[in-house]
């Protein structure tokens, strides 16, 4: 496997960042996660975009263009022979010393992993997810923007580990007023009466490249779409509930918190979404 480095290519076993590089030691910096399907990178440029408006947010100057970025990634595609696969691009502070002044760090590290992901077994695609709520809440808004993809992941992270101790894939995270947010890595919507909802981002959600391709692909479905402030309550009676997220792409939701959502199967809605999904990525991306 080759990684790219600050420019270079490297095999994986050589790719190598230094102990004092920030995003190490601080979490200071930003990422992406990026699809390939068929030789098709999957909503790049929004991912690109996203990635510099983090960037920008935590007043981090990404040391290549957007173009650039996207040679960059095809480049590394390529060179490992890629058509199916993930993409991690990072881009960190840099190299400091052991103090948090930014300043310290005159260059940013710039790297690029591709490789493949299963973040769900296929079987969870066809039967449903069951997940829960832990105790762990999302971050505060004002704190840090849920806009911002942030190499400090630590609250999902303990989200993660919450659920899996209670034999669940998944997490629902609340914000601190109790309000449905998102889960540890996917955006969260529900079906009732045949509309579509999901929870406003400024609850504490971050904006999901591939929760606004499903509120797209809804649209063209005459499903009607909205944002809501929603409770569990809302979750539990909800007529279906499913996930999206660069990894996980759209899966269904079929049990929270031991109640059964629905009739306990992944509903229409989200059947016809997941597979207008799945025909998507082979028609929207740059080509490797």
Do not use: W
Not at 26 to 52: M, N, P, T
Not at 66 to 73: E, G, I, L, R
Not at 211 to 239: G, H, Q, W
């Amino acid at each position: 496997m080759k990684v790219y480095l600050n420019g270079k290519l490297y095999d994986k076993e050589d790719a190598k960042v230094s102990v004092f590089d920030h995003g190490l030691l601080y979490g200071d910096g930003v990422f992406e996660g990026i699809r390939v399907y068929s030789g098709l990178i999957f909503k790049l440029r929004e991912h690109v975009d996203r990635l510099f408006a983090s960037a920008r947010v935590i007043m981090l100057t990404i040391p290549l263009t957007s173009q650039q970025v996207v040679d960059a990634v095809r480049m590394t595609l390529r060179a490992n022979g890629l058509k199916d696969a993930y993409i991690r691009l990072v881009v960190t502070r840099g190299v400091g010393d052991l103090g948090l002044d930014p300043r310290k760090c005159k260059q940013p590290t710039t790297f690029i992993i591709t490789d493949r992901i299963v973040l769900y077994p296929e079987v969870l695609y066809r039967q449903g997810l069951s997940i829960v709520t832990v105790p762990t809440r999302r971050n505060i808004p004002e704190a840090l923007s849920p806009q911002v993809k942030s190499l400090n992941y630590l609250n999902n992270i303990m989200a993660k580990i919450e659920a899996i101790n209670n034999g669940s894939e998944e997490a629902l995270m609340l914000n601190q007023a109790g309000y449905v947010a998102e889960c540890t890595g996917d955006n969260i919507f529900m079906v009732r009466d045949g509309a579509l909802l999901t929870p406003p981002n400024h609850l504490g959600a971050l904006c999901g490249i591939t929760a606004a391709c499903v509120v797209e692909l809804a649209r063209k479905r005459r499903i009607p779409v909205s944002e809501a402030v929603m409770t569990r309550y809302d979750l539990f009676n909800a007529d279906e509930v499913f996930l999206t997220g660069t990894a996980a792409e759209v899966i269904p939701v079929v049990k929270i918190d031991g109640r059964t959502i629905g009739d306990g199967k992944p509903g229409r809605v989200t059947k016809v979404l997941m597979a207008d999904f799945r025909k998507r990525t082979t028609l929207d991306g740059v080509r490797v």
